[in-house]
């Protein structure tokens, strides 16, 4: 869990120096711009970078953060409280739906990708998908045994899966790009 936030958190760092060098020198390029779909400039100067009214990669920051922590705190061996557990599933819940959100918009409104924030995308996925099925195996999240025994059982699946549709929408969605 830290390792994946861990990354997650460089990869909004970077985007936040990135928009800082773009508010510094409007004529800037940002490092993530390579092409006219791998393009962080046409994102960062988008209405979906404030979605909050700030910088998103202040969030990522943020909330990466004390991800980091817990799972540091997890790794010594310390018996977290079910309310952290809670709290963190309503923080992994709503970053996956914060990228999920990003990544429509980034495909099908601005038309371009942002390395960085597909970094973020490829770690969200298993973020939640551990958290969820942790909270839900041990009896954090009630349900019915017969729910825990598949949830145990599916492993890696659903990660898989959630990379597997996003590859796939960004492979439909510029088509016209990879093959010219």
């Known amino acids: 869990m830290a390792a994946l936030a861990g990354v997650a958190w460089v990869a ?3 985007l936040m120096l ?6 510094r020198d409007p004529n800037y390029e940002p490092s993530c711009s390579i092409n006219p779909v791998l393009s962080c400039g046409s994102i960062m100067n988008s209405a979906q970078a404030e979605a909050f009214g700030l910088p998103n990669p202040l969030i990522g920051i ?3 953060a004390a991800v980091i922590a817990l799972g540091v705190v997890l790794a010594a061996g310390v018996a977290l409280p079910r309310w952290i557990w809670w709290g963190l599933q309503a923080g992994v819940t709503f970053g996956l739906g914060f990228i999920c959100w990003l990544a429509f918009q980034s495909l099908y409104r601005i038309g371009a990708l942002c390395p960085y924030c597909m970094v973020v ?4 996925i298993p973020l ?7 909270n839900l195996v041990k009896g ?7 729910v825990r025994r598949v949830i145990g059982a599916v492993g890696a699946l659903p990660i898989v899966l959630g990379y597997v549709v996003i590859g796939l929408l960004i492979l439909v969605r510029f088509w016209d790009f990879w093959i010219s």
């Not at 990135?18 to 508010?23: A, D, F, N, S, T």
């Not at 939640?128 to 942790?134: A, G, K, N, R």
């Not at 954090?140 to 017969?146: D, F, L, N, T, Y």
């Open 140 to 146: 954090r999240i009630p349900v019915g045994a017969g």
């Open 121 to 124: 995308w490829a770690m969200m």
């Open 62 to 64: 943020a909330g990466f």
């Open 12 to 14: 909004a760092l970077v």
């Open 18 to 23: 990135e928009k800082i060098q773009v508010l």
């Open 128 to 134: 939640f998908w551990f958290v969820t099925s942790d």
